[in-house]
């Protein structure tokens, strides 16, 4: 269990230095991060981030068997095999899955981080499972760095808002707790909106994109808060490729 936690929060991601030393929940509320939930949460073994699909077409040539998602601009191109909607996900069987996953922020801020001390993909869905696994692992200094719009050049409200929600059940469980800046404006805006998720993402630049496309019901999904009881943390392969995988997290 950690003593004493210092707590910052990024809107945008910040440089990869910034978050050395630290325990990192990465955050990217209607997609990447939500879609992990979605995958691992039905049962996908693994899932490798990468940053755009070339890297990422090269990694399923190298990964018999695997699987390639994601999207540009919400959409996903014709290398992909499958797209970036959580509920495309949730109604499949993703037994046994290796992913490799390209968005537009999301993989890239996990990327970002995978020199922290700890780093999760963090989402609305497993917030008490994340901040369960930062307190098992004893760390004393937590970042929470929001994906954000546009390649990470611009904030999200709903990056922001779930921001909000992990600083709150760190304060909620830990039992020293030093919010910096960042994480201090994070718990106003998840208090703005009255802890409703519709709300935040009723404002959400992001979301009307979504809306437009049709993409209602990931709303919905990604606002399930706590609805799945796995933590999932960057590791690094036998390779030493980073790799998402499931974490059993004994919740407080």
Do not use: K
């Not at 699987?67 to 290398?79: C, F, H, Q, T």
């Not at 996953?101 to 801020?109: D, F, K, Y």
Request: overall charge negative; some cysteine; proline content about 6%.
């Amino acid at each position: 269990m950690a003593g004493r936690i210092e707590i910052e929060a990024y809107f945008q991601p910040p440089p990869s230095e910034a978050l050395r030393g630290a325990a990192v929940v990465v955050l990217d509320i209607f997609r990447a991060t939500t879609v992990h939930a979605a995958l691992i949460g039905g049962g996908a073994d693994a899932i490798y981030p990468v940053a755009d699909f070339s890297a990422g077409v090269r990694l399923r040539q190298a990964l018999p068997g695997s699987v390639l998602i994601g999207e540009v601009d919400a959409l996903p191109p014709p290398e992909a095999d499958f797209g970036n909607s959580p509920t495309e996900f949730a109604a499949r069987d993703v037994r046994g899955w290796t992913v490799v996953h390209v968005t537009s922020n999301g993989t890239r801020a996990l990327l970002g981080a995978a020199e922290a001390e700890l780093a999760l993909s963090g989402s609305l869905r497993n917030v008490r499972a994340s901040v369960a696994h930062l307190l098992d692992a004893g760390t004393e200094r937590v970042a929470v760095v929001c994906s954000g719009d546009h390649g990470g050049t611009a904030p999200s409200v709903e990056d922001a808002f779930a921001a909000g929600a992990i600083v709150t059940q760190l304060r909620r469980t830990a039992e020293d707790v030093v919010l910096r800046g960042g994480a201090r404006l994070a718990l106003r805006v998840y208090h703005a909106y009255s802890r409703s998720p519709s709300r935040a993402f009723a404002d959400s630049p992001h979301g009307d994109r979504l809306r437009s496309l049709g993409f209602q019901a990931d709303f919905a999904y990604a606002s399930a808060i706590d609805a799945d009881p796995a933590a999932i943390a960057l590791r690094r392969d036998e390779s030493g490729r980073p790799v998402l995988q499931r974490v059993p997290t004994l919740l407080h």
